[in-house]
């Protein structure tokens, strides 16, 4: 079946390092991709999206490539801020199995100053 | 501002007792559903609705079941509370259709099963 594997944390950064934070998928169709953020108490956000192979999404300075031939949809940031810690859940969508999002484990951040 | 509720920030229950989590999204979606997120597990689906009166078992379904009444409205029933159940509920609903459609989450009810 779908699954989403995401490099596990946490990820504990300086304040204007870069950011990598791996994804990479399996999925039977041409999935949608997905980057979800959750900060401390509150529910999950949508951080950027991407629906085709080579598509790149962006938001608050993050950005993820949509690579078909790696199966991989990685989140980078140029420069982390404090304010950027969270958890952030890679997850896929596949029309063929249902629109119900499927997630990895969550990768936790912190950053400090 | 588009909504997803959560009836509980935080309950507390004991072992054996009927739990009810409610969910209302005001944003006229088809499609609701409820994880549960668990340290080191992520998210995993407990049940999804595609349609008032419809339901679709997730990845974990047992020992919970859930009703959709109306449109806005996704409950999730815990039939009898067991401490196993100790988790963090999610709630989330998506327009219908569309694979590349963002799903809107609640704010999650943390539920303690004692």
């Known amino acids: 079946g779908d699954s989403v594997t995401q490099m596990e944390g946490p990820v504990t950064l300086s304040e204007e390092a870069f950011l990598t934070i791996n994804c990479t998928y399996t999925?039977?169709?041409?999935?949608?991709l997905f980057w979800y953020v959750q900060y401390p108490g509150e529910g999950l956000q949508l951080l950027l999206k991407?629906?085709?192979?080579?598509d790149k999404g962006s938001n608050k300075g993050f950005e993820a490539t949509y690579r078909k031939e790696t199966t991989s949809f990685h989140l980078e940031k140029g420069s982390v801020q404090v304010s950027d810690s969270a958890v952030y859940f890679c997850?896929?969508?596949?029309?063929?199995?249902?629109?119900?999002?499927?997630f990895g484990k969550g990768t936790t951040l912190s950053v400090s100053s | 501002d588009v909504k997803v509720t959560q009836s509980s920030r935080y309950l507390v229950k004991r072992t054996g007792e009927k739990v009810f989590l409610e969910c209302v999204q005001d944003?006229?979606?088809?499609?609701m559903f409820w994880y549960r997120q668990d340290p080191g597990l992520g998210l995993r689906l407990i049940y999804f609705?595609?349609?008032?009166?419809?339901?679709e078992k997730g990845d974990i379904p047992e020992g919970y079941s859930v009703s959709r009444e109306k449109k806005e409205r996704f409950s999730l029933i815990l039939e009898s509370a067991s401490t196993n159940q100790t988790s963090m509920y999610l709630c989330?609903?998506?327009?219908?259709?569309?694979?590349?459609?963002?799903?809107?989450f609640g704010q999650g009810t943390r539920l303690t099963v004692v």
């Open positions: 989330a609903s998506s327009s219908e259709g569309e694979a590349n459609t963002e799903a809107f």
């Open positions: 991407a629906t085709k192979a080579d």
């Open positions: 997850a896929l969508s596949d029309l063929p199995s249902g629109t119900a999002l499927i």
């Open positions: 944003m006229d979606h088809e499609n």
């Open positions: 609705s595609y349609d008032v009166k419809m339901k």
């Open positions: 999925a039977t169709g041409y999935p949608s």
